[in-house]
T-cell receptor, first 114, second 119 residues
Framework: DAMVIQNPRYQVTQFGKPVTLSCSQT?????MYWYQQKSSQAPKLLFH???????NEADTPDNFQSRRPNTSFCFLDIRSPGLGDAAMYLC?????????????FGPGTRLTVL | AQTVTQSQPEMSVQEAETVTLSCTYD???????LFWYKQPPSRQMILVIR??????QNATENRFSVNFQKAAKSFSLKISDSQLGDTAMYFC????????????????FGKGTHLIIQP
């Protein structure tokens, strides 16, 4: 089945140690999103790609970076994780721009920072 | 910027009952979509239902329907004949419509309502 896959499902890292979360999709969608979902809070958009065009949200910390080497893969890099970065990270895809296009979500990666 | 507010952190109903989840939003945009997403425990978020702001008719999807009050900026979700499998977090979300040449903004979510269906 076509889907959005996130690896790993659970990631533990140490304070300040760089970590990379990955997302892959078999849907051949042009748009990929990264959301951060902290406990008891609303998921929050960090950034998104339309094809290779990167769009960063204004309030996304510089500590967060992203790479999209090809259509299928997108990575979230946290350069120096702090305790406040512990959260569920959700990847989503959409076939094209526009709110009429459904977003398809992966299961998320839960990041723990020790 | 837009905001989405869900005032019910948790709700619990008996199986087969009807339940309504509330959502209000604030925006200065004129063209947008509203969504309800379901996030079951340890599973991915899935779209339940969506409503285009320009459509006056309320969207329905089987047991799920919305009450969209544009002037009041209200967008509630009604689940009829609730089932045990409806137990999940439900997120109300907003997305402004963009067109070719514009940006592809993401979803703005509310904090969610944890719905528990009791047997």
């Amino acid at each position: 089945d076509a889907m959005v896959i996130q690896n790993p499902r659970y990631q533990v890292t140490q304070f300040g140690k760089p970590v990379t979360l990955s997302c892959s999709q078999t849907l051949n969608h042009n748009v990929m999103y990264w959301y951060q979902q902290k406990s008891s809070q609303a998921p929050k958009l960090l950034f998104h790609y339309y094809d290779k065009d990167f769009n960063n949200e204004a309030d996304t910390p510089d500590n967060f970076q992203s790479r999209r080497p090809n259509t299928s893969f997108c990575f979230l890099d946290i350069r120096s994780p702090g305790l406040g970065d512990a959260a569920m990270y959700l990847c989503a895809t959409s076939p094209r721009r526009g709110a009429h296009n459904e977003q398809f979500f992966g299961p998320g990666t839960r990041l723990t920072v020790l | 910027a837009q905001t989405v507010t869900q005032s019910q952190p948790e709700m619990s109903v008996q199986e087969a009952e009807t339940v309504t989840l509330s959502c209000t939003y604030d925006t200065s945009e004129s063209n947008y979509y509203l969504f309800w997403y379901k996030q079951p425990p340890s599973r991915q978020m899935i779209l339940v239902i969506r409503q285009e702001a320009y459509k006056q008719q309320n969207a329905t999807e089987n047991r799920f329907s919305v009450n969209f009050q544009k002037a009041a900026k209200s967008f509630s979700l009604k689940i009829s004949d609730s089932q045990l499998g409806d137990t999940a977090m439900y997120f109300c979300a907003f997305m402004k419509q963009t067109y070719s040449g514009g940006g592809a903004d993401g979803l703005t979510f509310g904090k969610g309502t944890h719905l528990i269906i009791q047997p």
